[in-house]
């Protein structure tokens, strides 16, 4: 029954078109889904758009990015790893960088709203507690979809459910979770993690050396370069699209940045992890922490 059920949206989305968000806690077959409307949407002849906002467990593009996908062929979701366009988040983790993942998401959902006849955002597994129900609300606020379908096991999605019904006018449909869903371990994921990230520092790598003003946010100039060691970022074209990864270096007095896309490199977005190049394994930074010494 409920694999009818699931057919049966995802017929309809892809008939309908306009722009589809994608809604659940980790493990329920969000992006599952996902690949079953746009495989309806081919079958339909439509363009589609596909925006993967899950930074942590990235389909499209690199980990602590926002991918987009333009999909025009069945041939072209047999492998969604290649992003077409990226935006530079600079975590797994929607703590302290909602705005960035918001903004994120509704600028690359613009786009594929310019183009494209339907257009799906899979969205992060955060859904729960303030940090959650305000990053929904606000891709709600700025992606503007007709559907949000919620995906649920229990009730677990009633909180954000209510509320975007409340505040939006976007139809809001619910599905249970397909019970040939398989939970994937914590182990699991930092392994996909990890495995996303090696595939971002694929040799060659180059280093360029980088002066402290093209950063966002800007370096002071009495800050202990030191510091900026192993910190990812996200390597920017100037225009507002991210070309890829980059990860940082201090020594014997340059500041280098290790990217294998430095071509077309106009700027630099700090982000908040730092990332060992020899394993591909990242830890959390406090951006604060790192610039003035101290966690504000």
Known sequence: MTE????????DTAAAGGVVMLVGAPDTGKTTLSHQIMTEGVKAGKSIAYVDADVGQSTVGPPTCVGLRWINSAEDLDDLS???ELRFVGSTSPERLVLQQVLAT??????????????VIDTTGAVSGVVGQTLKYHKMELCRPELVIALQRGAEMEPVIGMLRRFFAGRVETLPVD?????????????????GFAVAFEHPLERWRVRPTVFAPTISAGL??????GVLVGVQDGEGRCLGLGALEYDEGVLRVITNCGEGMQGLRLGSLRVDL???????????????????
């Open 4 to 11: 009818i059920l699931h057919a049966q949206l995802a017929a």
């Open 82 to 84: 290649k992003a077409d």
């Open 106 to 119: 509704a600028t690359l959902v613009d786009v594929g709203r310019r183009s494209a006849d339907l257009v």
């Open 179 to 195: 019970p040939g869903v398989a939970p994937v371990s914590p182990h699991e994921r930092s392994e996909r993690r990890q495995a």
């Open 224 to 229: 202990d370069f030191d510091r900026l060691n």
């Open 278 to 296: 020899e394993n591909h394994r990242v830890q959390r930074v406090n951006l604060r922490e790192v610039m003035f010494g101290l966690d504000r």
